[in-house]
C-alpha cells in the first residue's frame, strides 16, 4: 500500500509539473530586425509575441520602445551593441551605455545578452575584429559594476565564414586568419559563461548545391543521408551537419566546453529569380520541420540529446534591407501581424471544460432492494480528452535516443487531464491479490432487471504524428504507447475504466 501511494504521488507531481497551461518552447527565439518603414509599433509586436509561444527575442539594437513593451511578459531579450569602437576604447562610455540601456529596464524587462557587434568577419576588416575583445571586456566591467554581472551575459554573433572548412562535419577548423582573435574570444566566453554563437543557414548551403536531394537534406525531408567519412556518422540534415562542424571546431581549439547557440537561422519565402528554393511551402517546411527537430530533443550527432538555444530569422520583413529579394523575405509574421504562413507557434491551451462535450448516457434505475439500500457511488465527471498535436510533421530523426527523464517528461507533458488521470488510477492498483467481498444478502423473489450493457466505442485510428520522418531506430517506447492508449479513450471508456480501478482499489 505505502509503495502504490509513492507511485500515485511521483506519477502526480511528475504529471504535473510536465503539464503546462502553455506549450512554450523555452529554447526557441526570434530575431526581430528593424531595418523597415512598415512594423506595427511595439506594443503590438509585444502582444503579438505573447500569442506566440516564443520566449525569446534578439534584438540588433537596443530601441527602447522595443524593451519597456516586453516588460513583464516573461520574454528574454538579446539586446545589441553599437558603436564598438567606442565600447572598446573608453570603459567610462560603456558604462554609460550600461546606465542608458539596461538598469533603467532590468529586471522588469529580462534582458540575458549583450551582443557587441553582429557578423563582424563581413565587414573584411581585421582592426574592426580585434576592438571586439576590449568592448566586450569593458562592457562585462559596467555590468558588474552595476551588480548585473552575474545576470546578463555578454558576447558576439558569428557567420559560418569564420571556419575555412565545415565539410565533413567532423573535420570543423576555424580559420587561420581569424583564429588569434577566435581564441580570446573564446577564452572571454569561456571565463564569464557566456555561449559561442554562430548563424548557420541551410538555404545558403542549397543555394551553392541546388539539387533534389540537398534540398531535401536542408528542409530536414526523408533523404537518403549523408556519411561523415572521418566519423562513420550519417547526418540526415543540413543543420546538424552545420552546427556539428562549429563544435569540431570549438573542440580542435580546446574550447568544446563552451555552450553553441544559433543566433539566426531560416528560409527565405520568396526572392529574385536567380534563387533556388525560394517559396513559402520550402520556408514552412524549414522553420516547422526545425523547431519540431529542435522538440525531439535528439540534438545532434557529435551533441546527441542537446537542445540548441535557436534563434529564428525573422519576426518581420525589413523592407529596407539592400541585397538580394530574399533579404527582405524571411518574416514570419506580416506588418499586420498576420502570419505569412504557420509552423505552429501560435499559443494554444491545455485547458478543457470541466464537463463532459456530450452529456454521458445514464442507467435506468435498478429495482429497489427490499431490506437494504446500497447508496450508488458518487459520479465522477471527466474532461473530454483533446486531440494529441502534431509535434513532428516531415522531421527526420538523426538519433532517436531520447534520455528516459526526457521521455516521462515528452509523455507528461502530452497526457491530456483525463489521460494523467487515467495514467495515475493505473499506477494505484495494487499488484497482490485482492480479498473477496463477503456474498451478498439473498434477495426476494422479485427480478432486478440487468442494467443495459455499456458498449465501449471503437478506439480511433492513430494520428499520423512524424509524415515524410525517417525512422533510423524503429523502436516504439512503452511510454510512447501508453500516451497514444490514453489519448484515444473516449470518455465513457475512461470512466469505465477508472470506475473498475477505484472499485478494485477500495
Given at each position: ?124 576588416d581585421r582592426n574592426f575584429m580585434l576592438q571586439l575583445l ?70 545558403f548551403a542549397y543555394q551553392s548545391d541546388p539539387r533534389p ?294
Open positions: 500500500m505505502e509503495a502504490s501511494v509513492y507511485r500515485f504521488f511521483l506519477l502526480f507531481f511528475l504529471c504535473l509539473y510536465g503539464l503546462p497551461q502553455t506549450k512554450s518552447q523555452p529554447f526557441i527565439g526570434v530575431n526581430y530586425g528593424q531595418t523597415a518603414d512598415n512594423l506595427p509599433p511595439p506594443s503590438a509586436t509585444a502582444k503579438l509575441l505573447r500569442s506566440t509561444t516564443i520566449q525569446k527575442v534578439r534584438l540588433y539594437g537596443s530601441d527602447p520602445a522595443i524593451i519597456k513593451a516586453l516588460a513583464n511578459t516573461g520574454i528574454e531579450i538579446v539586446i545589441g551593441t553599437g558603436d564598438v569602437p567606442g565600447l572598446a576604447s573608453d570603459p567610462s562610455f560603456a558604462r554609460s551605455w550600461v546606465e542608458t540601456n539596461v538598469v533603467p529596464y532590468y529586471p522588469a524587462s529580462k534582458i540575458t545578452l549583450i551582443d557587441v557587434g553582429n557578423e563582424a568577419t563581413t565587414f573584411g576590449p568592448a566586450m571586456k569593458n562592457v562585462q566591467s559596467a555590468l558588474e559594476a552595476a551588480s548585473l554581472g552575474g545576470k546578463i551575459k555578454v558576447s558576439t554573433v558569428h557567420t559560418m565564414s569564420i571556419l575555412s572548412q565545415s565539410d565533413p562535419p567532423s573535420a570543423g577548423v576555424f580559420a587561420a586568419d581569424h583564429a588569434d582573435i577566435l581564441k580570446g574570444l573564446l577564452e572571454f566566453n569561456r571565463e564569464t559563461g557566456s555561449p559561442f554563437a554562430v548563424n548557420p543557414y541551410p538555404f536531394e540537398t534540398l531535401a537534406f536542408c528542409l530536414f525531408q526523408p533523404n537518403p543521408g549523408r556519411v561523415d567519412a572521418n566519423s562513420k556518422i550519417k547526418y540526415m540534415n543540413m543543420f546538424d551537419a552545420q552546427v556539428d562542424a562549429v563544435y569540431s571546431a570549438l573542440s580542435s581549439f580546446g574550447f568544446k566546453d563552451v555552450e553553441i547557440v544559433v543566433a539566426e537561422t531560416g528560409w527565405p519565402y520568396k526572392g529574385d529569380p536567380d534563387e533556388v528554393g525560394t517559396t513559402i511551402e520550402n520556408a514552412k517546411a524549414y522553420n516547422k520541420n526545425l523547431i519540431a527537430h529542435l522538440k525531439s530533443m535528439a540534438g545532434t550527432p557529435l551533441m546527441p540529446g542537446k537542445v540548441i538555444e535557436t534563434y529564428l530569422f525573422a519576426l518581420y520583413d525589413e523592407n529596407l534591407k539592400p541585397g538580394k529579394g530574399s533579404e527582405r523575405a524571411f518574416g514570419l509574421f506580416k506588418p499586420d501581424v498576420t502570419m505569412t504562413y504557420d509552423i505552429g507557434l501560435t499559443k494554444t491551451t491545455n485547458q478543457t471544460s470541466m464537463a463532459p462535450q456530450s452529456p454521458m448516457p445514464r442507467l435506468p434505475p435498478a429495482a429497489a432492494p427490499t431490506s437494504q439500500t446500497i447508496p450508488a457511488p458518487p459520479q465522477m465527471i471527466l474532461p473530454s480528452p483533446t486531440s494529441p498535436s502534431d509535434k513532428n510533421s516531415g522531421q527526420t530523426d538523426v538519433h532517436n535516443s531520447t534520455p528516459r527523464s526526457a521521455s516521462l517528461a515528452h509523455l507528461c507533458s502530452s497526457l491530456s487531464v483525463p489521460s494523467m488521470m487515467l495514467f495515475v488510477s493505473t499506477s494505484m492498483a495494487p499488484q497482490s491479490p485482492m480479498p473477496r467481498l463477503p456474498p451478498a444478502a439473498p434477495r426476494t423473489s422479485q427480478t432486478i432487471p440487468a442494467p443495459p450493457q455499456m458498449i465501449l466505442p471503437s478506439p480511433t485510428s492513430p494520428s499520423d504524428k512524424n509524415s515524410g520522418q525517417t525512422d533510423v531506430h524503429n523502436s516504439t517506447p512503452r511510454s510512447a504507447s501508453l500516451a497514444h492508449l490514453c489519448s484515444s479513450l473516449s470518455v465513457p471508456s475512461m470512466m469505465l475504466f477508472v470506475s473498475v480501478m477505484y472499485a478494485l482499489i477500495m
